[in-house]
């Protein structure tokens, strides 16, 4: 879910590509959600590494990140090809190795749908991190200690993190015509449920496009973020800003938290996934009927000043009042060294949920709402 804690942080370059491929598939806008046309057909084949789905099949196996300067690793990735042309989304799960939700979610979209209900094709990242999931390490991979959703594009050349960066850029976000990357509260996150997307790309399309996919999948919470684009060769950063600029419309999810594993939030990511597919005239049906959207326009964080034992005495969704004691910290003999005080009025959209903190680390998140957002 650390995406909130870069909210601020604003890249700077003018450019977005959007290759010539990515302009037959623009989307035509009526007001709002309305009607879209495709000018995009899905090829006969879709092909990710070494995994072939001829149209009206699905397929699934594993993507080989091969040995480099360290270990190798596998991306496991399934391909639903429809029936019918239409689109192609990218679902990405797993980036960080204890966000189960959108883990598990994956799982049950796999093996729900079937090709012949869809229009266009679905390739479904299941488990971005594999290393960083099964040594459950919370934000990098314990490999080489990196952060995967800090190093896209990737390098082929670069330690593992940044060779899973490369391989999902090449074979699944360049593929893509819209892309979803699914996220949550790790182990140490008390988070809501949130939609961020980029609305100042240069290309308008892909931002209206991205606006479009974050409003039809239909959460309460969504969050506008504004960032200058940067060219590849300079800094790692974000899948789903990678799509954007690569001419990809984009979104990220965040739905669960501290590792939990409840049905309420894999039904509502499930939902928010159907939706999308449904407005993208990929499977028949209407989406659901959208709850009132509050926009979040700025997210002030707040910061510990040392090492200790953390108390909140707020809880994520609570509104609370500028100069409001949200928690305090201890030493390890529980001596109080420090009081949290909300800058703003505003929405706890996030915080730190276990005692462990260290100097440095963000450790609140307060979001200030609007009804509306152009």
Known sequence: MELIKHFRWHLKYDFCQLTLNKLLLVIVFSMGIGQISQFAQTPKKIIVGTIEAESENKISGNLEVLKGSDQGTIIPVTIINGAKPGPVLALIAGIHGTEYIPVLTLQRIAANLNPDEISGAIIMVHIANIPSYKKRTVYFNPV???????VFPGNKEGTITERIADIITNEVIDQADYLIDFHGGEFNEELCNLIFYNYDCSDITVGKSSKFLADAFGLNYIVPESFDIVPDSINGTYCYLTAVRRGVPAITVEIGDRGNIDIKSIITMEHGIMNVL?????????????????????IHTIESHTDGIFYAVVDCGQT?????LLGYATDYLGNRTENFYAPITGIIVGKFDTPAINKGEEIFWIAIPADSFK
């Open 144 to 150: 080489d200690n990196k952060n995967l959703n800090r």
């Open 320 to 324: 609370v009042s500028k100069s409001s």
């Open 278 to 298: 449904k407005a993208l005239k990929m499977v028949k049906g209407n989406i659901d009927e959208q709850n009132p959207v509050v926009y979040l326009t700025d």
